[in-house]
C-alpha cells in the first residue's frame, strides 16, 4: 500500500498554486513572503516524492539546500521589511511604489 | 496508508488556503505552521525521516518564530478596516495567472513518462545515507550553503542596523 508518485505531485502542484494565489492577490508584503515559503515547500514534496520513487537519497540532499536557501533568504527579506516598515511606515506592496516614477 | 495520507493532504491544502485567505498576518503565520506539520508528515509517509524532522526543527520552529516576531514586532495597523486582498482587476488577473500556472504544471507532468520505480536497496538507514552522500558527493554544495548562511547572517544584521536613507 505505497502512495504512488503522482499523489505527491498532485498535492504539490495544489499547494504550489495557493502560493501563487497568495503572492499575487495579497497586499501584505509579510503574508506575500509566507506564501512564497509555501511554495517552496511545494516543489520540496515533490522533490521527496520523487525520491521515495526511484528509492534515491538525492532528492532529499536537494530539499535539504532548498531549506537552507529559504531560511537565509527568510532572513534576509524579514530584515528588509523591518527596514523598509521603519523607512515608509506601510506593509502594503501597493503603497511601496518608491521604484515607481 | 493511503488513507493517512488522504488525511494530512487535506489538512495541508485547508491550511494553505486559510493562509491565503485569513485577514490577520498572525493567524496566516499559525496556519502556515499548520501546513508545515501536515507536509512534515507526508514527508514521514514517503520513507524521508530525517527531513521531516528538518523541517519542523527549521521551519515550524525557527523561520515561522522570525515571522511571528516581525509581526509583532511592526504592529501593524487594526486589520479590520483594512483592504487586505489587491483591487479587483489584479485579483481576477491573479487569479487567472494562478489557475493558467496549475494547467501548465499539470500539462508538463502528464507528459513525462516515467521509468518504473525500484526496490528499495538494503542497508542504511535514512539519516546515515543523507550523512555519506552529503560529506562525499554533495561536500561543495555542502560548504557553499555555509558561505550562503554567513553572508544571510552579515546581509540581515547590516540591514536591520542602519536606516535606509
Redesign the interface.
Known sequence: ???P?S???T?S????????????????V??I???I??ML?AV??AF??F?????A??G??F???V??????????G??????????RGT?YV?ELNILKW | MQMIFFILAGVALVSGGLVVFQRHPLRSALWLIVNFFAVAGIYLLAHAEFIAAIQIIVYAGAIMVLFLFVIMLLNLRQPEEEQRFMHLGQKVGGITLAVFTVLLLVYGVCKVVLPPGKAAPPGLGNTESIAKLLFTDYLLPFEVTSVLLLVAIVGAVVLAKSKLK
Open positions: 500500500m505505497v502512495v508518485v499523489y505527491y505531485l498535492l502542484i495544489a499547494l504550489f498554486a495557493l502560493g501563487v494565489i497568495g503572492v499575487l492577490v495579497r497586499r501584505n509579510l503574508v513572503m509566507m506564501c515559503e509555501m515547500n520540496n514534496l521527496i516524492g525520491a521515495d520513487y526511484f528509492k537519497v538525492d532529499q540532499m530539499v535539504f539546500f531549506m537552507t536557501v529559504a531560511a537565509a533568504e527568510v532572513a534576509v524579514l530584515a528588509l521589511i523591518v527596514a523598509i516598515f521603519r523607512n506593509v501597493d
